[in-house]
């Protein structure tokens, strides 16, 4: 297969799957970072950032990630092989994944793949923030050793939820009847004004597309910065 990636114009690519919903999130916060990036230079059609997003039905096993561990290995070797053909840039729009992903990476797609945590880990040393909450599944935020976002703990207090199971319900439930319905938008609400942390840090995709405003608290979802990220120049 050809080899894309050395052409003028970049390709960004986009995995999804867990949720399905979760590459088309991602592609709207990448458009809108790119015009923010551009200002009035932004000519519209012409300065849109090149895209594929493959969404695999199989990474929804992510709930269920130690019973289906070599399964979703192999979906996310496939899928970054596949992508590193076209794309200088890959996001895996999972949180949970984060970690099989960037072993998986080493060999197919480099340092094409965009990591999350490394991301997030420079954000707060940038802006200096030293505790912050961590909303996400169970094994996103159980603990430091598991967690893909194990570094952030070397760097800043973190506040995890204190249900998880309370917060596993609410995604599998946003995952069947989708975010749009209200009672996902007021649970939610109410994990966010449940931790004493100030900021809170958004690392599941299922939530992306939630616009919350809850006094006192300043809510960062992980794909924005993410989106800031991939559209700056090489």
């Known amino acids: 297969m050809q080899d894309l990636t050395a052409t003028k114009q970049r390709c960004l690519g986009i995995i999804a799957g867990a949720g399905p919903d979760a590459g088309l999130a991602f592609w709207r916060k990448v458009l809108a970072a790119e015009k923010r990036r ?139 009847i989708g975010t749009a319905h209200p009672d996902i938008a007021a649970r939610l609400s109410t994990v966010v004004a449940g931790f004493s942390a100030d900021t809170i840090l958004l690392a599941c995709t299922d939530f992306s597309d939630i616009a919350l405003d809850i006094p006192g608290k300043r809510i960062i979802d992980i794909m924005d910065i993410a989106a800031d990220a991939v559209v700056q120049p090489a």
């Open 38 to 176: 551009l200002g009035e230079a932004y000519r519209g059609d012409l300065d849109a950032p090149r895209i594929r997003i493959v969404s695999e039905p199989e990474l929804g096993h992510v709930m269920r990630m130690a019973v289906h561990h070599d399964l979703l290995e192999a979906s996310l070797s496939r899928l970054l092989g596949e992508l590193a053909h076209s794309c200088d840039r890959i996001v895996l729009a999972c949180h949970a994944l984060q970690s099989m992903a960037e072993k998986a990476a080493g060999a197919m797609a480099g340092d094409r793949f965009v990591s999350l945590p490394a991301l997030v880990r420079n954000h707060l040393q940038d802006t200096r923030l030293d505790r912050v909450g961590l909303i996400g599944a169970p094994s996103v935020t159980a603990d430091r050793t598991a967690s893909p976002y194990g570094s952030l703990w070397d760097i800043a207090k973190v506040e995890t939820p204190a249900d998880p199971a309370a917060v596993l319900d609410l995604i599998l439930t946003a995952k069947r």
